[in-house]
């Protein structure tokens, strides 16, 4: 039903800035929240932030708040996290997301893209 494609990732210096773009196709994202997650080696994947896609609201996890950045481009289908200020705690397989609206949870996911930040 959809399919998402994140890109963007690499490695980067801390301090440094990346942005993750998610595309998505096979529908439009009329209703869906939209999200993005990461998970580190021998971690639980966690929430990163989420942006409402009939509404713009955003929301973001108090450990990159006023660091991170989610937006969205309609006329795309494209989602995107903008990272500023990176730390090396930051480093993670990043992940987005959409959740239907009425879902519990977000049903679709992308394959990830790796972010990398050295010290």
């Known amino acids: 039903q959809v399919q998402l494609v994140e890109s963007g990732g690499g490695l980067v210096q801390a301090g440094g800035s990346l942005r993750l773009s998610c595309a998505a196709s096979?529908?439009?994202?009329?209703?869906?929240?939209m999200g993005w997650f990461r998970q580190a080696p021998g971690k639980e994947r966690e929430f990163v932030a989420r942006i409402a896609w009939s509404g713009g609201t955003t929301s973001y996890a108090d450990s990159v708040k006023g660091r991170f950045t989610i937006s969205r481009d309609k006329a795309k289908n494209t989602v995107y996290l903008q990272m500023n200020s990176l730390k090396p705690e930051d480093t993670a397989v990043y992940y987005c997301?959409?959740?239907?609206?009425?879902?519990?949870?977000?049903?679709?996911w992308g394959q990830g893209t790796q972010v990398t930040v050295s010290s």
């Open positions: 096979g529908r439009t994202f009329s209703g869906y929240s």
């Open positions: 997301a959409a959740k239907p609206r009425g879902a519990v949870g977000y049903d679709y």
